[in-house]
């Protein structure tokens, strides 16, 4: 499939470390340098000065405030055409034949509004955000609880990150990660693009249920790998972005199951969204290098 169509969007926050390896791998793809986007969010570490310096020939959105990634997103997106949008995170890369995999697998099915690949940590362990069921309040309730860690090979208690199927299997899924993600044009238009009410966080899982509400599917592509050195930006501030963390799980929750059995289990899933920041808190304040992921 030709890349000539997509649009790649990297929203940056003090990513010198990462930026040039995530754009390089999308040259390497074959996207266009005209048709690359990176908006920075107000970085304090030089990251707008490298992209100019290093790749002149990219479109560079650089802003005197932190907009949040949603909102940094859509405006990398606003008015650039294409009939795909691929988002990456500035610690993400590609791997060799990752975009031609995705493209293939979008163009496979007109059902398919987005194509998730295989995210990889360095080591070489799965991201298990690349493939999520919706965080029902069952659902959500299991992964507060840590049902979910003790017995991740359950289909009741894995459901969440969908561990207990294989990783190397093509599935339709109900979400994909922001991390990499690529998205039919006019479906992206459609929904509006990302809720900017998600700073960060969030927005891929608001997205991803935006679609199939328009009767798309969010595809699994195993066989498309990308690695993703995860949270190095966030970590640098990283108490505030567990709390940014996990306010976008309970606005998700909000927006979408305050109803019904949801409804009734909404006490016990605030709780338990907040019982996890503390714990996490906690955790944090006694490290040396705190981190957002547990």
């Known amino acids: ?19 040039s390896r995530a754009i390089e791998s999308c040259l390497r793809e074959g996207v266009s340098p005209a048709h690359l986007t990176v908006v920075d969010n107000a970085s304090s570490d030089g990251t707008p000065e490298l992209v100019r310096r290093l790749h002149p020939e990219v479109r560079l959105l650089a802003g ?26 500035p610690d993400a890369e590609l791997q060799p034949g990752a975009l031609r995999e995705m493209l293939v697998a979008l163009a496979a099915d007109p059902r398919r509004g987005a194509v998730s690949p295989r995210v990889i940590r360095p080591d070489g362990r799965l991201d298990p955000a690349c493939r999520r069921q919706f965080p029902s309040p069952q659902v959500a309730l299991w992964r507060l609880v840590g049902l979910s860690r003790l017995w991740p090979r359950s289909p009741r208690f894995g459901a969440y990150n969908l561990t207990h199927l294989p990783t190397d299997r093509p599935m339709a899924v109900d979400s994909g990660t922001g991390a990499c993600l690529l998205i039919r044009r006019p ?12 700073f960060i966080y969030g927005e891929d899982l ?17 066989t498309a790998v990308v690695t993703h050195r995860k949270g190095r ?10 709390v940014h963390f996990h306010r976008s799980m309970w606005r998700f929750y909000r927006l979408h199951y305050l109803r019904g059995a949801g409804a009734a289990l909404a006490p016990a899933v605030g709780v ?15 490290r040396p290098h705190p981190r957002v992921s547990p």
């Open 187 to 198: 479906l992206l238009d459609a929904v509006g693009g990302l809720d900017e009410g998600y």
């Open 233 to 242: 930006s966030s970590e640098q501030v990283a108490l505030p972005m567990l």
């Open 272 to 286: 338990g969204i907040l019982l996890r920041l503390a714990t996490l808190l906690v955790l944090n304040w006694a």
């Open 64 to 89: 005197p405030r932190n907009l949040g990634f949603a909102a940094a997103v859509n405006r990398g997106t606003r008015d650039s055409g294409g009939d795909s949008v691929l988002l990456l995170n």
């Open 1 to 19: 499939m030709d890349p000539g169509g997509v649009r790649a969007v990297i929203c940056t926050y003090n990513s010198h470390l990462d930026i």
């Open 206 to 222: 608001e997205l991803c249920w935006q679609l199939h509400q328009r009767g798309a599917e969010v595809w699994y592509q195993p």
